[in-house]
């Protein structure tokens, strides 16, 4: 294992890497589209597995938990944002109050759930099956944007 310190400094600089960001992302949301955003985060995603799954020293984990934080915030960002497009100011309460119990609720469950996981699957297991959901939401992006020029196209 590692020291008391190396945890506290990954877990600081996790934490950090989540919230931070959140002073500029609605500023590359603005500049490059919330799409690119989310796509950037997914892809952030996937170099925080293969970060993690290159080895587990000091500096795996601390990188790989940088870029889990900020690939998250991108992610979150990216989705919340986009879901405000997506309902009528009348249904804004309800819509938001959907997505938040749903998305603390998988990530309390995540949370509690993930030295289980870890305990039984392994480190190499969780890393890779972040990839696939890493893929889907890429796909998810790539369809809506496709999507989004051909209702563009519509309109010229």
Not at 13 to 40: N, W
Not at 112 to 123: F, H, K, M, P, Y
Request: proline letters at 2%; one cysteine or more.
């Amino acid at each position: 294992g590692f020291a008391f310190n190396d945890s506290a400094t990954v877990i600081q600089g996790h934490i950090i890497a989540m919230f931070l960001p959140s002073f500029f992302t609605g500023h590359l949301i603005a500049r490059f589209g919330v799409l690119s955003v989310i796509a950037t985060g997914a892809v952030i995603e996937i170099l925080c597995a293969l970060v993690n799954l290159s080895g587990i020293e000091f500096w795996n984990f601390f990188v790989g938990n940088l870029l889990v934080g900020l690939g998250w915030n991108f992610t979150f960002v990216g989705g919340t944002t986009l879901l405000t497009t997506t309902y009528m100011p009348s249904e804004r309460a309800k819509v938001q109050g959907s997505h938040d119990f749903a998305v603390y609720g998988t990530t309390a469950t995540a949370a509690g759930l993930s030295g289980i996981l870890q305990a039984n699957v392994g480190w190499t297991v969780v890393n890779m099956a972040a990839l696939p959901l890493m893929a889907i939401v890429l796909l998810g992006v790539t369809w809506l944007s496709r999507v989004q020029s051909r209702e563009v196209a519509a309109v010229r």
